[in-house]
């Protein structure tokens, strides 16, 4: 369910939504920056028809995302795992 889904079904304004969903992901979940990364994993999801995709790169053990991008060529991927 989208924040624009969730948004309508409760009658609030969708940024509303978002900054709810922000702040309950950013006291949820562990900061990546401390966390004892020793395996990842990665998977890419359709996130419209067509070629969009988005790559999401995690820790293996814990599940924490690491980095969340758009894409899925080499050159994505590449320069998400330098920025970690």
């Known amino acids: 369910m989208s924040l624009r889904d969730v948004a309508r079904s ?3 304004d969708w940024k ?3 900054s709810i969903d922000y702040a309950y992901l950013k006291e949820n979940l562990p900061d ?5 990364t020793r395996r990842i ?3 890419e999801i359709a996130v419209q028809k067509g070629q969009r995709y988005v790559t999401i790169i995690r820790d293996y053990d814990c599940g924490a995302a690491l980095a969340i991008f758009r894409g899925r060529s080499y050159e994505d991927v590449r320069a998400a795992l330098l920025a970690l």
């Open 16 to 18: 509303t939504v978002k």
């Open 10 to 12: 409760l009658k609030l």
């Open 41 to 43: 994993a990665m998977d």
């Open 32 to 36: 990546p920056k401390t966390l004892d």
